[in-house]
């Protein structure tokens, strides 16, 4: 089992930032992969980003192109998402999400809220 729990979440205005954290505990020495997802209201769970936690190598969905960064920690098994520039179409409950050794997003935080006011 994975325990995941964000933090970071709040209210901001447009054009500010705001950087995320997922600190993850339990079996995590088989951690493969770790990403973010968000969902806005009524609307359908979507990807952000993701970092692979052996190389790094990360992957972003377009619209955050250029504005997020995704970093990871592997000391202290946290990954991070720096948000900046952000927009009010970027307002939803963010989720952590890691993948073990079925490299399926299995385990999931329970979220934090990012509202952006414009």
């Known amino acids: 089992q994975v325990l995941l729990v964000e933090s970071g979440g709040g209210l901001v205005q447009a054009g500010g930032s705001l950087r995320l954290s997922c600190a993850a505990s339990?079996?995590?020495?088989?951690?493969?992969?770790m990403g973010w997802f968000r969902q806005a209201p009524g609307k359908e769970r979507k990807f952000v980003a993701s970092?692979?936690?052996?190389?790094?190598?990360?992957v972003y969905e377009d619209s955050v192109k250029g504005r997020f960064a995704i970093m990871r920690n592997t000391a202290n098994h946290t990954v991070y998402l720096q948000m900046n520039s952000l927009k009010p179409e970027d307002t939803a409950v963010y989720r952590c999400?890691?993948?073990?050794?079925?490299?399926?997003?299995?385990?999931w935080g329970r979220g934090t809220q990012v509202t952006v006011s414009s």
């Open positions: 339990g079996h995590t020495s088989f951690m493969w992969n």
């Open positions: 999400a890691a993948a073990l050794a079925s490299r399926t997003y299995e385990y």
């Open positions: 970092v692979s936690w052996g190389d790094g190598r990360t």
